[in-house]
């Protein structure tokens, strides 16, 4: 494990959780690969091998529809996001790709100003690294809770 791949992830986690819970959301699917394998998963589910996900897109364009529907058909309660994202673990790295473990931790904030632990867990990724620049081809992002909101409306 090198000191630059832990910075090169801990920039792009940094971006990554700045883009969602600062609402700009169409920019989010552009920190992922074109062909990208992006699901939210239990911790149970994901233990047992059980391939089905709460989310699941497996392209960029899947991503953008994703945001698309929010902006423009879905219905829910206005609410942001904070993540506290940890040191990532670098499990691999090798021939430009990084696979990585890192803990997340996210509260949700109404629009009446309640906050509340909104979801824990870890996510675990494989990057494609080009020189200082890193995308995101696989993300899965594993949540500690079998319980969701119905709410989860916003990427994690």
């Keep these: 494990m090198t000191q630059d791949a832990i910075s090169i992830i801990n920039?792009?986690?940094s971006a990554y959780a700045r883009c969602i819970d600062n609402g700009d959301l169409e920019r989010?699917?552009?920190?992922?690969?074109?062909?990208?394998?992006?699901?939210?998963?239990t911790a149970d589910n994901y233990t047992q091998g059980l391939e089905a996900g709460v989310?699941?897109?497996?392209?960029?364009g899947m991503l953008r529809d994703r945001i698309a529907s929010l902006r423009e058909a879905n219905i829910y309660e206005?609410?942001?996001?904070?993540h506290f994202i940890s040191q990532p673990w670098i499990a691999l790295e090798e021939n430009g790709q990084i696979?990585?473990?890192?803990?997340?931790?996210v509260v949700r904030v109404m629009r009446d100003g309640t906050t509340d632990v909104f979801a824990t867990g870890r996510y675990l990724d494989v990057?494609?690294?080009?020189?200082a620049t890193a995308r995101i081809r696989?993300?899965?992002?594993?949540?500690?809770?079998?319980?969701?909101?119905?709410?989860?409306?916003?990427?994690?």
């Design 11 to 13: 920039r792009l986690h």
């Design 28 to 41: 989010w699917p552009e920190f992922f690969e074109e062909a990208c394998h992006y699901k939210i998963t």
């Design 55 to 60: 989310i699941f897109a497996n392209t960029r």
């Design 78 to 82: 206005r609410h942001t996001y904070r």
């Design 99 to 105: 696979k990585s473990e890192t803990s997340f931790f």
């Design 127 to 131: 990057f494609t690294v080009d020189g």
């Design 138 to 156: 696989e993300r899965i992002v594993v949540c500690d809770s079998s319980r969701f909101d119905t709410l989860l409306a916003l990427p994690l």
